[in-house]
Each structure stands twice: as C-alpha cells, then as structure tokens.
C-alpha cells in the first residue's frame, strides 16, 4: 500500500478543494488526512528549497564536498516529508490539500513526490474570491481584494503553465462548475484518474458551501453584489483570465 503514490488536491481556498477532498477519501483505498499545515508554515524551508531547486536547474549548482547535488538534496527533504504523511496516514495511501500552498509550490510539491496524482482544481475567479472574502470577514480577518484577484490570475498562469509545459507526470484538470453540473460522472472519471474502484460519496459532504444545501446557481452568483469599482478592478487584473478560461466572451459582457 505504501507503494501507491498519494493524491494531491492542488487549488486556491474556496475553489472546491474542501468538497473534492473529502469526497475521495470517503474511498476505502484513501486515507483522508487534511491539510498538512507543517510544510506550510514552514516558510524559511520553502524558500531555501525553491532557491536550491532553481540553482540547479539554471547553474547546475552541486555541492562536490559532499559529492551530492541539490536534485539529490531536494529529494532527501520529499522522503522526510513523505515519512510524516505517511505517519499521518498510518502508512495508508493518503490524499492531501493544503489550499493555495499546493498549488503556489506545485514545482516543489512535484520534486518531493514526482510520480502522485495531482489534482488542479479552479472555479471562476469572480466567485471565488467573492465566498472567499465572505470566509474572512465571517472570521473577523483582514482581506485585500485587489491582492486576491492577483493569487487567483497567477493561479490561472500556473495551471496553464502545467498543462502546456508537462511539468507535472499526472495530473487530473477539475472545473468547479462542471461538478455542480455533474459531479457523478466527473467523480467517477476522477476515481479512474487516481485508480481506485469507482464509488458513490455521501453528498454533501465535509464543506461549509454544501450544509445549506443551496441550489446550484448559488454558487456561480456571489460576485453579482459586486460595486462597479469591484468589478473594475477584477477585470484589470484578471478579466484576460476569465475570456482564456472561457467564463465570458469579453470584459464587455459582465
């Protein structure tokens, strides 16, 4: 079991990465272990790692006195962070989300674990950072809407990125907005992806968004309250985004 290679949800918070997650490890084949906030908080590390990371990929960078290479190094740190989610998942097959940190570090992510399943999950960017302001505010913490529009573009620019460079060996592209229309057939699509038997999830699930049980169209309307220099700034910033990804014909239609 410890050879199977774990499932890692990769998108921003409020994207769906809460409801996909839970749904899969309600498989008898997935261990179902959150987020692991230790690599996350763990800032210095992270940094360190991307700049050794990109040494040797631009300056062959090595450390001859140990007659070991930063890949090597790199690697060492991935079996280290491997041995304590597997720890977390008594040595089962585990699936694993960290909002926003997957997907931000996904080049790092991959190096630790180059043959998991990656599952880059996105929601149109109006939505999302309008449920999650209202998650913030809900919890009295500071939000900055013009630096959200920014994480959910450069988001975008990341996924793009995967799918037109092949960085990442598997990896599964999820729409929030098919799944409302769909999710059983996307779910069992998602079930081959990571192979494991194809089942039915209890609905809803572990996600804040689904205890209402608020019809679909909720869910693609959070942004309609926006004022008009909301919706001006989004466009500036991400309008581009929403025409690529196929949300609106243009800035002009919304």
Known sequence: ????????????????????????????????????????KLDDLTKWCNYILESYKFNNFTWKEYSSDSKFFIRSIGNFYKDLLYKASDGKRFIEKTPNWNLGNIELLSEFFPDAYYVLIYRDGRNQVESYEKFLLDKNQFFDFRECCEKWSSSMDKINLIKKNAQINNYFLLRYEDM???????????????????FVPETPC????????????????????????????????????????GYVDSNDSW
């Open 1 to 40: 079991m410890k050879d199977k290679q774990p499932v890692f949800v990769c998108g921003l918070a409020r994207s769906g990465t809460s409801w996909i997650s839970g749904s899969l490890g309600q498989s008898d084949e997935l261990e179902y272990i959150g987020e692991s906030w230790m690599i996350s």
């Open 180 to 198: 409302l229309v769909d999710f059983e057939g996307i779910f069992e699509d998602l079930c081959d992806f990571a192979e494991i038997k194809r």
């Open 206 to 245: 572990d996600n804040s968004s689904f205890k209402q049980s608020p019809t679909h169209s909720d869910f693609n309307c959070r942004w309609h309250s926006w004022t008009d220099e909301k919706k001006s700034i989004f466009k500036q910033i991400a309008g581009k985004q929403l025409i690529v990804w």
